[in-house]
Nanobody
Framework: QVRLLESGGGLVQAGGSLRLSCAAS?????????VGWYRQAPGKQRELVAS???????SMADSVKGRFTISRDNAKNMLYLQMNNLKPEDTAIYYC???????????WGQGTQVTVSS
């Protein structure tokens, strides 16, 4: 059974930093097609924030480029999202996601709330 468990969310003032972590069990991040972070703000659709492919190619949403960094620790089977210079518009629930190759399945964590006050 695949489980993803996020941690590290919280309340922070604008300009502050948070580091999100995602621990995986039942799957190996480095073997999957992609691992990444999504977020969903109230009344908005879930959007991709950052991702890493199995080949190590990183992709970042334009809105977070230069402020967020995604990383993967293969030895620990962990995924991280370092978020710096946070803005109120970054407020959302952040979800860890991984996509397996065969079969092609999306797995999601339960989400962690990030709230940025102005």
């Amino acid at each position: 059974q695949v489980r993803l468990l996020e941690s590290g969310g919280g309340l922070v003032q604008a300009g502050g930093s948070l580091r999100l972590s995602c621990a995986a069990s039942g799957t190996i991040f480095s073997s999957n097609v992609m691992v990444g972070w999504y977020r969903q703000a109230p009344g908005k659709q879930r959007e991709l924030v950052a991702s890493i492919t199995s080949g190590g190619i990183r992709s970042m949403a334009d809105s977070v480029k230069g402020r967020f960094t995604i990383s993967r620790d293969n030895a620990k089977n962990m995924l991280y999202l370092q978020m710096n210079n946070l803005k109120p518009e970054d407020t959302a629930i952040y979800y860890c996601n991984t996509k397996t190759s065969i079969p092609r399945i999306d797995y999601w964590g339960q989400g962690t709330q990030v709230t940025v006050s102005s």
